[in-house]
């Protein structure tokens, strides 16, 4: 098993941290959303992998599994969730508003000269 | 007492949900209650620093579970004085915010609040997992305001921040992580006890966690390699978020204090001291490196946050040194540069306003209104942050100077600090000229054009349009920049008796622990399912 968990966490942290490295959003989105799901696996195996034991006392346990690492990954898993959540609509947020949907500061960033807009310019580059 | 240490964490978190369910739709009550309850946490914050600066480190049991198994929240006065500052900050952002700035975006003051108590958090806990939590809470709702007023250039730097933001979020997950399973505990202060007697098999582990953690506080403190989320966001959000954001960066400066120096002291054993070898040399490059961007900056935002870069290096230089003058001179320059950098951007932001199109553009332009008084106090901050007499800045880089020498290193960081005090001098004297003084020309071109039809920027409007509020929240600022100067005497023997204290690893852990020596005792071999199960429950209410 242990064979088995260490190399889904690390294949996920993997493929997460290549689309995380990739130039547009979405692929970003879903790379982060791997490499979360990589720490959430890899939480759980920090309290040591036990199986059918009890994570409360009990008089007739053999043993127990540590129930702190589990607390942990839900407060991470909702904390991933909702920043997931927000990525995403900003990553929309910022295609609409640009029209690309790159995911580093292009073109558009570059303060414009002095006399840009007063020259009547057109419409910002990257729109119809 | 004790009770009243919860309250700067209480306090914004039941402002912000008042000011969401009951006032979502009314600004001038929202302003009110959001004013009134930022003075109301200075009062809370002044009192508790009264309180630390009297006695040793007080801890509060959160659920009144006994410490290493519950979570605490510790008061000392290195978390007093970050607190404070954190009021006095953040009651002048709010005062500029008022004037105007939070009408350009939905619920400004609630994501403020909300801010507040992550920040608040941060400072105060004691639990390496709940600053893990109150970092989110911090960063979601900054967010939020860096988002605050929208644009298609701020979205874009947002998708930025908020990635790098997950990724070290992440990280800090690993490093946690890292360090539980070999040390069974996330209680400061016992992690402090645990980790000198951790066996030799499983050190190379808990240096991995211990330096990934090191990665993720080096990220929010903006130390090169890990540095360049910083100018993007600064640069790209509004006025009051980054002079909010000033703040951030501290924060993450405070957790390398308070791991690097606490956790893994100079008591912590084989891992004594396992980030020292990085930080200053980090620190180093971060500051060549934004003296250089300085000189580069097209925007006065831009500008502002390679200032900002410098400054995160010069007071990492100091922080890094870990002894007694080095953190000494590091508090005093760290409250010194927050004020001075906030003071920046809300100037930046008034002078944006000011230029109708031309925003802060770093060219000619026609005059603003109140230019003498707007380049007068760009004079002062720029003054402060280059750190030429006689300001604050002045004094707080002849302390680090003074601490760093003695170092192996001292004449390569002396050369550092000052060649790049000049370059930055040469930078803010460049953007100065140009904002305030080109501008007089560019008006008599412009007069001499007007004829010609040509309507190159807005016209300068008359000094009555302008609100009074945001002048007088960087005047404040800059007043309590002088008075950091006047009193700087009185203020490094107080900060130099902090620096003692948080580098007191017997005290912090013997009244964090103390009262609880007895109860585990009582839990006997069980002890680590007890704090398990016992953590868990009083994680509970923290997601």
Redesign the interface.
């Known amino acids: 098993m242990e064979i088995l968990v260490a190399s889904g966490t690390g294949l996920l942290t993997a493929v997460g941290i290549y689309l995380?490295l990739r130039g547009r959003?979405f692929p970003?989105i879903v790379g982060?959303s791997f490499?979360?799901y990589a720490?959430n696996v890899?939480?759980f195996s920090?309290?040591?992998l036990a199986i059918d034991r009890p994570?409360?006392?009990s008089p007739d346990a053999p043993g127990?599994t540590?129930?702190?690492?589990?607390?942990?990954v839900?407060?991470?898993i909702?904390?991933?969730f909702?920043?997931t959540a927000?990525?995403v609509v900003?990553?929309l947020?910022?295609f609409l508003?640009?029209g690309s949907d790159k995911?580093?500061?292009?073109a558009?960033?570059?303060?414009?000269?002095?006399?840009r807009?007063?020259e009547g310019e057109a419409a910002?580059r990257g729109r119809p | 007492m004790s009770q009243w240490i919860i309250a700067p964490v209480i306090l914004p978190a039941m402002t912000a949900a008042f000011l969401l369910l009951a006032l979502r739709h009314h600004l001038g009550p929202q302003r009110l209650a959001s004013i009134a309850a930022t003075v109301a946490l200075l009062a809370v914050s002044l009192f508790l620093y009264d309180k630390a600066a009297a006695g040793g480190p007080f801890p509060y049991r959160l659920g009144d579970w006994p410490a290493p198994f519950g979570i605490v929240l510790v008061l000392d006065k290195l978390s007093a004085t970050m607190l404070v500052l954190t009021a006095v900050l953040a009651l002048c952002v709010v005062l500029y915010a008022s004037a105007g700035w939070d009408r350009r975006g939905r619920h400004f003051h609630p994501l403020f609040q909300f801010q507040l108590m992550g920040i608040n958090g941060a400072f105060l806990t004691g639990d390496v997992?709940n600053l893990f939590?109150f970092f989110?809470v911090m960063l979601?709702a900054s967010?939020g305001l860096m988002?605050h007023g929208g644009?298609?250039?701020r979205?874009?730097?947002?998708?930025?921040y908020?990635?790098i933001n997950?990724?070290a979020?992440?990280l800090f997950?690993?490093g946690?992580?890292?360090i539980?399973?070999v040390t069974g505990t996330l209680n400061m202060a016992h992690l402090a006890v645990v980790v000198p007697q951790v066996p030799a098999a499983d050190q190379a582990i808990l240096k991995t966690g211990a330096l990934l953690l090191f990665l993720v506080f080096a990220t929010k403190a903006a130390l090169v390699p890990l540095h360049w989320w910083l100018p993007?966001t600064y640069a790209?959000t509004s006025a009051p978020a980054a002079a909010m954001f000033m703040i951030m960066t501290k924060v993450g400066t405070y957790a390398i204090l308070r791991v690097y120096g606490l956790v893994f002291g100079a008591e912590a054993g084989a891992l004594a001291e396992v980030a020292v070898p990085f930080v200053l040399p980090a620190a180093v490059v971060t500051l060549a490196f934004g003296a250089v961007g300085l000189l580069g900056a097209?925007?006065l935002r831009d500008l502002a946050a390679f200032a900002i870069v410098a400054s995160m290096g010069t007071l990492l230089i100091a922080i890094g040194l870990f002894d007694v003058p080095g953190i000494t001179a590091g508090l005093y320059y760290l409250v010194h540069s927050t004020l001075a950098g906030a003071a920046l951007f809300l100037l930046a932001g008034i002078i944006a306003l000011r230029r109708g199109?031309?925003a802060d553009?770093l060219?000619?332009?026609p005059a603003m209104a109140q230019e003498d008084l707007l380049g007068g106090l760009f004079f002062l901050a720029a003054l402060a942050l280059v750190g030429l007499p006689p300001l604050s800045g002045f004094l707080g880089k002849v302390l680090i100077l003074q601490a760093v020498e003695g170092t192996p290193s001292w004449p390569a960081i002396w050369t550092v600090i000052l060649v790049t005090s000049l370059v930055m001098t040469l930078g803010f004297a460049r953007a100065g000229s140009v904002l305030f003084w080109a501008s007089r020309d560019g008006a008599e071109g412009e007069a001499d054009a007007g004829s010609a039809g040509?309507?190159?920027?807005g016209a300068p409007s008359p000094a009555a349009e302008h609100p009074v509020l945001p002048v007088i929240a960087v005047i404040a600022l800059l007043a309590l920049t002088v008075g950091w100067t006047v009193a700087a005497g009185p203020i490094t023997h107080t900060l130099a008796g902090t620096a003692v204290e948080a580098l007191d690893r017997t005290a912090y852990v013997r009244a964090v622990l103390a009262p609880e020596t007895r109860f585990a005792h009582d839990g006997g071999t069980?002890a680590r399912?007890?704090e398990?199960?016992s953590?868990?429950a009083t994680?509970?209410p923290?997601?």
Do not use: C, H, N, W
């Not at chain 2, 979205?155 to 930025?160: D, E, S």
């Open positions: 995380m959003t970003v982060l490499l979360s720490v890899f939480l920090m309290g040591r994570p409360i006392i127990y540590d129930p702190l690492p589990q607390a942990l839900l407060t991470a909702v904390i991933s909702g920043m927000l990525i900003l990553a947020r910022g508003e640009t995911a580093d500061l292009d558009s960033s570059v303060p414009d000269g002095p006399g807009r007063a910002p | 997992f939590v989110e979601i967010y988002l644009g298609a250039q979205l874009k730097a947002g998708f930025q908020v990635a997950l990724v979020s992440t997950l690993i946690v992580g890292l539980y399973s993007a790209g097209r925007t199109a031309m553009r060219a000619p332009a040509g309507k190159a920027g069980t399912e007890g398990a199960a953590r868990s994680a509970e923290e997601r």
